[in-house]
């Protein structure tokens, strides 16, 4: 009997011991998650300093992927003008043009360009044919801000 006691009693232990780990573990996923800001594309906009190389979830109806490479897109936002680029980054090596219409969730680095990247950014912009003609993306593919995705799905509605 005493036998049997001790075994429950060493079994109770064993689970208790796990279950601790379980929770740190937990608590750890849980810290990782709370790292990711989730913003609108105006928030992100109005207080870029807020946002600048944090790792922020946003999302918007694709207006546009750069059919070059699809090495940017761009979304808009509910108030359907403002927008923002995207470009890919981590394991994405490029958006695909079936991307445009629908709406996408991005999780990445927001990021503000330097000047010499700003500078060599608007040089290839008004190098590119397709370019020639201001389009409703162009202020956005102008801009300092940008998002570097590293995660993407589409939202269904």
């Known amino acids: 009997?005493?036998?049997?006691?001790?075994?429950?009693?060493?079994?109770?232990?064993?689970?208790?011991?796990?279950?601790?780990v379980n929770k740190e573990g937990d608590n750890q996923e849980a810290s990782k998650t709370e790292q990711i800001i989730s913003a609108t594309i105006v928030e992100l906009l109005?207080?870029?300093?807020?946002?600048?190389?944090?790792?922020?979830?946003?999302s918007g109806m694709v207006t546009h992927v750069c059919k070059h490479g699809g090495q940017k897109c761009f979304i808009v936002a509910?108030?359907?003008?403002?927008?923002?680029?995207i470009?890919?980054?981590?394991?994405?090596?490029?958006?695909?043009?079936?991307?445009?219409?629908?709406?996408?969730a991005f999780k990445g680095t927001f990021r503000v360009q330097t000047a010499v990247l700003a500078?060599?950014?608007?040089?290839?912009?008004?190098?590119?044919?397709?370019h020639e003609e201001e389009q409703s993306h162009s202020s956005a593919e102008k801009a300092e801000y940008f998002l570097e995705a590293?995660?993407?799905?589409?939202v269904t509605q």
């Open 78 to 85: 509910d108030d359907g003008e403002t927008q923002i680029r």
């Open 46 to 58: 109005a207080a870029p300093a807020d946002y600048q190389d944090k790792e922020v979830a946003v």
């Open 119 to 130: 500078e060599e950014q608007l040089e290839d912009y008004e190098s590119k044919e397709h």
């Open 1 to 20: 009997m005493q036998r049997s006691i001790l075994w429950v009693l060493i079994a109770f232990l064993a689970v208790s011991c796990n279950q601790t």
């Open 87 to 104: 470009v890919p980054g981590g394991d994405i090596d490029e958006f695909k043009v079936e991307m445009e219409g629908s709406t996408i």
């Open 150 to 154: 590293v995660d993407f799905k589409e």
